[in-house]
């Protein structure tokens, strides 16, 4: 790649990813690696960026890289955790604070014209959260700024392109924390604003043509983003081939399947759609418990998908759309969640037994940017904008076990809240949407007859990762709407019911 790249070493804060894609914003490509995984060729990446952490520098716990190949050499930022390594570390002092240290603070300038706050006025808005402070700055160090509660806010150090800022730049609360990292890339260490979704589409074409020469590859479409861009990119690359395999699982969404299979033709992607919605069923027959359900579906999955990558001949390569945050978190330094709350079977590929190589070719990139890119390659904006939608599909908003007449029920459900959210413009609005069909009857009346049927949630959330979530405050005149049609319009459905609970402690699936 011919771009300036910058380094950015993760102590494990939260905000980490955030500081990747602020960069990035900027058009300016960074990497995230663990603090204690240092790239060898150090001398490739043009600055360096130290994240914030949930440690502390005083504790016990070894996150104390040598960065005795970086400081002085390469331009460097340390963010909070990152600032306090460093004057622990140079001769400075870092204590437990005494008094408030979290939230918004105002940057008073202590020496002015400084070219890390180019363009910044005094009083500008950061972001604080951490507990210890630096009580004494590092040996050769300039005091750049305060805030009323934290004298060491911004420092340097003298005749090395060291900086050092308690606060984080790079959280939404920092006003000019993306005019704070422009200054301190560009302006000190000098990187070019150069890569941009048009950049990585013309040299990911190029290095894909270099590496798959003439050979053929598979790929499985979900008809989520993912999957999509990355097969766009893929038959930008080598075209006819590249086979790519559609899975009717019988768990889509109303029509999904023909549409969206339609829409990939249109595309001019050479794609199977293969119908296994039987299968899928008879795999998932009597099953009640949501894990097992997964296991049911992504063994199913496997085996349809095997049988089809076979008929192909001479297929040397699998390609997924695996994208940055996948990547991340497999080898982020706390190792990843703690804890598998449930098993997202679309994360860790397809077994051994298949022997292909892999590639992946968005797996530097965010979402967002996945998106972006996926625009530059003029894929539909409405295929682009979909609302994420699991792997399991409906079988997991199918509470207790799967029959072909509840599959057919809330597909019915779940597209007239789909369709309604879009006609009143609500659909953008949100992050992610559906219908569960609870394993609850309940008695109603229509007309004069008494009915016992079952009931359905609608759930909607804001979110921006899926790792924690709200429910939307949708319009009562909406909701009123929906579950009139719903009740109107779909034979054994008698009740509607809103969800309103956030993530955590509750999920975004019911399963
Ligand atoms: P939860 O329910 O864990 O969901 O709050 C977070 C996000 O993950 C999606 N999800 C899945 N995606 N396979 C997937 O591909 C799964 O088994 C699965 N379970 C949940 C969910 O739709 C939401 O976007």
Redesign the pocket.
Known sequence: MQHDKVLILDFGSQYTQLIGRRVRELNIYSEIHPFNKIPTKIEEYKAVILSGSPYSVRGNEALHPDLSDIRGKTPLLAVCYGAQYLAHFSGGEVAPSNTREYGRANLSFIKQNEIFFKGIHEGSQVWMSHSDTIKDLPANSILMASTNDVKNAAFRIENEPTYAIQFHPEVYHTTDGKHLLKNFLVDIAGLNQDWTPQSFVEETVEALQEKLGNDKVVLGLSGGVDSTVAAVLLNKAIGKNLYCIFVNNGLLRKNEFQNVLNQYEGMGLNVKGVDACDRFLEALKGIHDPERK?KA?GNAFIEVFDDEAHKLEDVLWLAQGTIYPDVIESVSATGGPSAT???????GGLPDFMKLKIVEPLKALFKDEVRRVGATLGIDPELLGRH?????GLG?RILGDITAEKVRILQEVDAIFINGLKSWGLYDKVW?A?AMLLPVDSVGVMGDERTYEKCVALRAVE?TD??T?DWVNLPYEFLQKTSNDIINKVKGVNRVVYDISS?PP??????
């Not at 509750?506 to 399963?511: G, H, K, L, N, R």
């Open positions: 997964r579906i709350i449930k098993s997202h079977h679309n994360v994420p939608f699991p792997g399991p997991i992610q559906g979110s899926g790792m979530a993530k509750a999920t975004i699936e019911w399963e």
